[in-house]
């Protein structure tokens, strides 16, 4: 029931899709941690952590208009969800802005290293740039992880509750951005 | 001699039986037989090449027979390109791309009919049953009708882009660019404006919408994508539901004109682009002076914390 009959390559449609409102929702997620914490002792530590975020979302950007690939539905939502996210885990303390990071970037990663598996199997000649930008990307989520983790977020209030509701929110968003 | 005569006959049997295996797709019956029909007439008007070419397809049946029987449903798809298997042969999608391309001739007298589709298959030295291969209200005349004007519509935006790039054109504003494509898009309907209507009444049957869906998204995009949009974000969707819009409005009040040269019609769609341009306009002001008064509210809330206190670095 996806919209792939419009595409002209599935595979790469997708990946950018996902890719790019993932780098968006990052995007607006530490947009609301900083609204929250942004003047506390953490904030130039969150600031760095957007400041690459924002990197990765411009080089999306260019790959989907590079691709002509059509960006999700889901944008305005992924806009507000993720701002709503970054502010309330923020309110939680600074342990539970981390905690916030450190469950997303996980997801994150796993879902790039998914990509990039995928990738291989079908084609790895054709897609090395992306490839090489998949993985790069992979790294940078990697080290905003254990960023989260040195923080003390595995400290925050009912970590693994947190953890867990918001892995399988990431998992949702994944699943709908890729196909809407 | 007499193994190549061998070898020919059972070519020939090779040839039948897939025609026949390929006719299983086709549900009707009429289909088949008028396949297999179509498949005889055809072959009559090939003399020479026939010894060679059945010979091909004895030494190599397994590669002869994959294309064909590709999972595709029985009739060709109008989103991609048509499929080109080895040289010496035809495939049916090639096939019945041939024979509705010559149809468009018959359709300003016939419709779009299978009497126009009939007509188109003689001209090609086929039998008239090979019509019996589409539906009897020309749906696939008109989809390939829509993708061949779409494909054309494309090479023009292209060539432009390219003369633009080399320096020997200006580049158009974005209004004038919208217009022109549209235009352009909409003047291949004229010699046809008669049975327009009709087609686009099939095009709206369910079976069809789909496919009619998927063309004219197609072409919209590629529309904006010449048009040089870049947006990566919600205006995506605004920009070429829009110009959708326009397009389909545009494309009604052609069949109601009767003004020389269809100038009511030019003068419609230019209105409407303006209109368009301004809406646009309105909408980025609206923004604005939305961000200029949630930053007069922001402004407003610290200054109360900081009289209140509240403001301290944590």
Redesign the interface.
């Known amino acids: 029931w996806t919209l792939d009959n419009w595409s002209q390559n599935p595979v790469i449609d997708r990946i950018l899709r996902v890719d790019h409102a993932g780098e968006f929702g990052a995007n607006r997620i530490y947009a609301g941690q900083m609204a929250v914490l942004g003047r506390s002792s953490v904030g130039p530590l969150i600031q760095q952590m957007w400041n690459q975020e924002k990197d990765h979302l411009k080089k999306f950007n260019e790959l989907m208009v590079a691709y002509r690939v059509r960006p999700t539905v889901l944008l305005p939502f992924w806009n507000v969800a993720g701002f709503v996210l970054g502010a309330g885990s923020a309110l939680l303390g600074k342990k539970g802005a981390m905690a916030c990071t450190v469950a997303v970037e996980e997801s994150i990663s796993e879902h790039y290293n998914n990509q990039i598996r995928t990738l291989i199997e079908e084609d790895p000649e054709k897609y090395k740039e992306l490839l090489q930008v998949i993985k790069q990307f992979r790294d940078d989520e990697q080290e905003h992880h254990d960023i989260g983790l040195e923080h003390d977020a595995e400290a925050a209030p009912a970590y693994s509750v947190l953890k867990t509701a918001i892995q399988l929110g990431c998992k949702v968003a994944i699943f709908l951005s890729e196909r809407i | 001699m007499a193994a190549a005569g061998g070898l020919r006959s059972a070519g020939w049997r090779l040839w039948r039986g897939r025609a026949v295996v390929r006719c299983q797709q086709y549900p009707p019956l009429r289909a088949l037989q008028a396949s297999a029909a179509l498949r005889r007439a055809s072959d009559e008007h090939r003399k020479e090449p026939l010894g060679s070419s059945t010979q091909q397809h004895f030494d190599s049946p397994p590669d002869g027979h994959q294309p064909e029987q590709k999972p595709q449903g029985p009739h060709p798809s109008y989103?991609g390109q048509g499929g080109q298997e080895s040289e010496d042969y035809e495939s049916e999608e090639q096939l019945q791309h041939r024979i509705l391309t010559a149809a468009l001739e018959f359709v300003p007298e016939h419709g779009w009919t299978a009497e126009a589709i009939a007509e188109g298959a003689k001209t090609l030295g086929l039998s008239v049953a090979a019509a019996g291969l589409f539906h009897s209200d020309g749906s696939e005349l008109i989809l390939h009708f829509v993708s061949e004007c779409n494909t054309k519509l494309s090479e023009l935006l292209r060539k432009e882009q390219k003369l633009v790039q080399l320096g020997e054109a200006e580049k158009k504003p974005l209004d004038e660019f919208l217009r022109d494509a549209v235009e352009a898009r909409l003047r291949m309907l004229i010699p046809y404006i008669e049975k327009w209507p009709q087609a686009l009444s099939v095009l709206l049957l369910p079976r069809n919408i789909?496919s009619s869906l998927?063309l004219l998204?197609?072409m919209i995009?590629d529309i904006w994508?010449y048009a040089g949009d870049?947006s990566?974000?919600?205006n995506?969707?605004t920009r070429r539901a829009v110009l959708t819009g326009i397009y389909n409005t545009t494309e009604l009040v052609m069949m109601q004109d009767s003004s020389p040269g269809f100038e009511d019609t030019w003068r419609f769609l230019e209105n409407r682009v303006a209109d368009a341009m301004t809406m646009s306009n309105t909408a980025s002001q609206v923004q604005s002076t939305g961000e200029a008064v949630v930053q007069g509210l922001m402004g407003a809330a610290v200054t109360i914390k900081n009289l209140a206190g509240l403001n301290q670095?944590?």
Do not use: G, L
Request: proline share 7%.
């Open positions: 989103t789909p998927n998204t197609s995009d994508h870049q990566t974000d919600f995506w969707y670095r944590r």
